[in-house]
């Protein structure tokens, strides 16, 4: 993933942070800074920072009997491409138990090999 403008000023904690982030697929604040390595203090710097750059969004949360917020990876950075094919989206998304020679998945395939 080439880094946006946003990224091209971030420190080295900060990096950490949205690594952390992306990663994870989100975390809870108080799980962040620990995961870090740094004091709760610095760690709500560096999510304010990266939330400021639009590269986190942060959500009020209730975690372990405490408040605290729950980071996760901005929108912008999920890719939903390989849901799409064609205007199909994908078979696979919510299935459990989906045949891989149904009809909706070979049409799936064939869709994503016309692309």
């Not at 942070?17 to 800074?33: P, Y």
Request: aromatic letters at 8%; zero cysteines; proline letters at 3%.
């Amino acid at each position: 993933m080439s880094a946006t403008a946003a990224e091209t000023d971030l420190s080295e904690d900060e990096r950490a942070g949205l690594e952390l982030v992306r990663d994870s697929g989100g975390i809870h604040q108080s799980d962040f800074w620990k995961e870090l390595d740094v004091d709760s203090r610095k760690g709500s710097r560096i999510a304010d920072a990266l939330e400021e750059r639009g590269l986190v969004e942060r959500e009020a949360a209730v975690y372990d009997g405490h408040n605290t917020y729950y980071l996760s990876p901005a929108a912008r950075d999920l890719d939903f491409s390989l849901l799409v094919a064609g205007n199909m989206l994908s078979p696979f998304v919510g299935e459990e138990d989906l045949e891989p020679e149904s009809d909706p998945v070979s049409q799936w395939i064939m869709n994503l090999a016309y692309q």
